[in-house]
Antibody
Framework: EVQLLESGGGSVQPGGSLRLSCAASGFTFSSHAMSWVRQAPGKGLEWVSSISNSASGSNYADSVKGRFTISRDNSMNTLYLQMNSLRAEDTAVYYC?????????WGQGTLVTVSS | DIVMTQSPDSLAVSLGERATINCKSSQSVLYSSNNKNSLAWYRQKPGQPPKLLIYWASTRESGVPDRFSGSGSGTDFTLTISSLQAEDVAVYYCHQYYSTPYTFGQGTKLEIK
């Protein structure tokens, strides 16, 4: 059974940093691209970033480019999102999702709140 | 960026009746390599992550009931629920994966009439 379990969310002040993790199981992690998608409270879905299976390539939404870094550890079956210079508008539930195009598996999400 | 616009924003349909949600992209999402449209549909129930229903505009994900169908090409797409069930009350999103930044429609809230 495919499972994606996010962690690392929490409350942080503007300008602060957080590192999200997504532990994957039930599939060959190193064979699949992975993505982060976020959802602000009461709002729609926003793609944040994707990374290739080998970590050789990654893409970012303009809204996070230069502040967020996606990475992965295939030996640990774990996806990461390093978030720096956080802003109030980054407040959202962050979902880890399998693959880069359509997402047939999602984690339950981790809430990031940026507030002073 | 490709802008995805869904219509309507909300929809109320009686149980057993047909529900139709539209999605329009600001440019074609036809992937020339396989002549398929890079368009997916998701259903999101409150407090849950999205669930994939359809990809390549019309391919139903494994395990998804056949009352869900997707159609369209180029820039205009439709998700149809042939006979609405109570568990279909949710917000539905279209999603283009043709080019980054990948983008979603604003969502359509489906309720029971």
């Amino acid at each position: 059974e495919v499972q994606l379990l996010e962690s690392g969310g929490g409350s942080v002040q503007p300008g602060g940093s957080l590192r999200l993790s997504c532990a994957a199981s039930g599939f060959t992690f190193s064979s699949h691209a992975m993505s982060w998608v976020r959802q602000a409270p009461g709002k729609g879905l926003e793609w944040v970033s994707s990374i290739s299976n080998s970590a050789s390539g990654s893409n970012y939404a303009d809204s996070v480019k230069g502040r967020f870094t996606i990475s992965r550890d295939n030996s640990m079956n774990t996806l990461y999102l390093q978030m720096n210079s956080l802003r109030a508008e980054d407040t959202a539930v962050y979902y880890c999702a399998k693959d880069q195009w359509w997402h047939n598996y999602w984690g339950q999400g981790t809430l990031v709140t940026v507030s002073s | 960026d490709i802008v995805m616009t869904q219509s309507p924003d909300s929809l109320a349909v009686s149980l057993g009746e047909r529900a139709t949600i539209n999605c329009k992209s600001s440019q074609s999402v036809l992937y020339s390599s396989n002549n398929k449209n890079s368009l997916a549909w998701y259903r999101q129930k409150p407090g849950q992550p999205p669930k994939l229903l359809i990809y390549w505009a019309s391919t139903r994900e494994s395990g998804v009931p056949d009352r869900f169908s997707g159609s369209g090409s180029g820039t205009d797409f439709t998700l149809t629920i042939s006979s609405l069930q109570a568990e279909d009350v949710a917000v539905y999103y279209c999603h283009q994966y043709y080019s980054t930044p990948y983008t979603f429609g604003q969502g359509t809230k489906l309720e029971i009439k």
